[in-house]
């Protein structure tokens, strides 16, 4: 897992500083810190579906999202957004305690690589508890100013 986000960070790294003159007209900064914080919110106790649509707001319709090791295809479907607006919506309230902040994050073009954490607690819909804390790189390509992939590296 290191060697890969090591291997990947010096590829975006690349292809940031060739593709800088030409990054200037998207505000890649302004993005990625609404981008981690609309994704915080759909996590947070009282997340609502108003704050899952703000981040439904961010990506394309036919979004794909991967999620290595356990969601392998990445492939963009129509419906991709609603896919995810339906997955979401059953987990949105679940946690009692969420926090998350981002660790880095570099740039190209038309890509974002986020690296962030995370950790809450829950309850199940059978009332046992539940804790995890993660740190994941979070692979965004870009298409007009919004997300059209994602791909999560992490457990």
């Known amino acids: ?10 590829l975006i790294s690349v292809i940031s500083t ?3 003159a030409s990054s200037d007209e998207f505000d890649y900064d302004n993005f990625v810190k609404n981008y981690h914080q609309a994704m915080t919110n759909t996590q947070k106790p009282n997340a609502s579906k108003d704050d899952l649509e703000q981040y439904l707001s961010l990506l394309t319709d036919d979004v794909g999202n991967q999620h290595f090791p356990n ?3 990445d492939s963009r479907e129509p ?4 896919l995810m607006r339906k ?3 059953r987990y949105l309230g679940v946690h009692t305690e969420y926090k998350g902040k981002i660790i880095e994050y570099i740039v190209g073009y038309n890509v ?5 954490a995370f950790s809450a607690k829950g309850l199940r819909s059978d009332g046992s508890e539940f804790s995890y804390s993660k740190e994941v790189l979070d692979v965004l390509e870009l298409e ?3 997300v059209s992939v994602i791909r999560r590296y992490g457990q």
Do not use: N, R
Not at 1 to 10: D, N, Q
Not at 112 to 116: D, E, I, S, T, Y
């Open 71 to 73: 969601a392998p295809d």
């Open 144 to 146: 007009d100013g919004k």
């Open 112 to 116: 974002v690589a986020l690296k962030h």
């Open 1 to 10: 897992m290191k060697k890969c986000l090591s291997i990947l960070t010096i």
């Open 87 to 89: 997955g979401m919506s």
């Open 79 to 82: 419906d991709g957004k609603e």
């Open 18 to 20: 060739a593709t800088l």
